[in-house]
């Protein structure tokens, strides 16, 4: 059997909304031409709370695409969740995080399955056949990364025998996204399924777990101008008797990342270097592509950030790119030393870090310290460039058994 997996199409997505649904319309249809089913491992929507607009638009691309696949696969059975098929159509997807709601509340792709246009899988298994063979789709939707452990452990996902087993979920995954330990690991998800595949993660992933092929499809749209997601946009192809897949591209919007490089360039220089390198970049792309320039290194002396005029350069290129620029990472030699400066100055003819120990020496007193605490110790504590969380537990620790409540 054929899968098309089709992943975070962001219908809705405001700032390139129109791009959205005509791609996610593009995969969707594509996929259908090519496959035998069709899953979409969570965020059909950007929003929680669609407006009706963009609910119908959904509608009416997923009702094109079942009419499609009518007559290919056939959905069997579904086991969990609400229990109920309200179509036969093969069309299955889980919730995604952009349509997490409240525990035990209906959210917008539960909508989608109630009206019959897909089957909602999320903690649930759903059985598809097609000449003889079936295969069944275990589906987690997007959950807060912190309960998916318990969650799994909770609904003990199993294979299903004499069936090619899908286990589709949307969370991050700490082997491809390092942040946070509450993420899941390769190691978290269940055993013994022959396609492991999630969406969240918008640019693709061909990965193995438990010893069997893990995949990330990606987005169909352009949602947080990364340089990850410069690759091409579409869906995966999946074929389960070869067990192999391939990526089949949708048009999509060129999405390009410039870096101009200052090295102690003047305002004008950078301007001048940043038009070169857009006229050139739209000449090469053509379309209307999304150019992030990401400006970085110093400027000349006596220039800072806010001296940076680039308005003129991206009113110029409107009819011709979306440009987004990003000047976080230029640095001016005259303001750092400003900073030093402010750093190393007084109040009063007092400075600054004595003035402080100076206040709160006086805050100490009003509060009925006895005097026995060492406020330069404390003060140096509360100035610390450790995380706010360590620097009020030090204090804490340090003053435990000196506070007095103070006099009314």
């Not at 979920?169 to 942040?179: A, G, N, R, T, W």
Request: glycine fraction near 8%; charged fraction near 30%.
């Amino acid at each position: 059997m054929k899968i098309g997996i089709v992943s975070d199409m962001h219908i809705g997505y405001e700032r390139f909304e129109e791009d959205a649904r005509a791609q996610a319309r593009e995969a969707l249809i594509k996929a259908a031409g090519l496959a035998d089913a069709i899953i979409v491992p969570g965020d059909v929507f950007d929003r929680r709370a669609p407006p009706p607009h963009v609910i119908a638009e959904a509608i009416k691309i997923f009702r094109e695409t079942g009419d499609i696949l009518q007559g290919k696969a056939k959905v069997l059975r579904k086991e969990g969740g609400d229990g109920k098929l309200y179509t036969d159509i093969p069309i299955i997807a889980i919730s995604g995080t952009h349509e997490r709601t409240a525990i035990g509340s209906e959210n917008a792709v539960t909508l989608l399955g109630l009206a019959g246009i897909l089957v909602d899988t999320s903690e649930a298994v759903t059985t598809i056949e097609k000449d003889g063979e079936r295969v069944a789709i275990f589906g987690l939707g997007g959950i807060s990364e912190e309960r998916v452990r318990g969650k799994l452990a909770e609904l003990k996902p199993k294979p299903e025998k004499g069936a090619f087993n899908i286990f589709m979920f949307h969370q991050s995954i700490y082997e491809i996204l390092p942040f946070s330990e509450d993420f899941i690991h390769y190691e978290d998800l269940p055993e013994g399924f022959d396609l492991y595949v999630d969406g969240h993660i918008h640019s693709r992933v061909d990965a193995t777990v438990h010893g069997k092929q893990f995949i990330i499809p990606g987005s169909t749209v352009l949602t947080q101008l990364k340089e990850g997601e410069q690759e091409s946009k579409g869906f995966v192809l999946y074929d389960t008797k070869s067990r192999s897949y391939e990526f089949v591209k949708i048009n999509s919007r060129k999405f390009i990342v410039l870096h101009i490089k200052s090295e102690k360039f003047t305002p004008n220089e950078i301007a001048e270097k940043s038009d070169r390198e857009i006229a050139r970049t739209v000449k090469e792309v053509g379309g209307k592509p999304i150019i992030k320039l990401i400006v970085e290194g110093e400027m000349a002396l006596g220039y800072n950030s806010a001296d940076l005029q680039l308005r003129s350069v991206t009113k110029k290129y409107a009819e011709h790119a979306i440009i987004d620029i990003d000047s976080s990472k230029l640095e001016s030699p005259e303001l750092e030393e400003k900073l030093e400066s402010v750093r190393d100055s007084k109040l009063g003819g007092i400075p600054i870090k004595d003035k402080g120990m100076e206040m709160l020496k006086s805050r100490l007193k009003e509060y009925g310290y006895s005097g026995k605490f060492d406020a330069v110790q404390l003060f140096e504590m509360l100035s610390s460039d450790s995380s706010k969380d360590k620097v009020i537990k030090a204090a804490i620790e340090a003053l435990y058994g000196n506070y007095q409540q103070p006099h009314e």
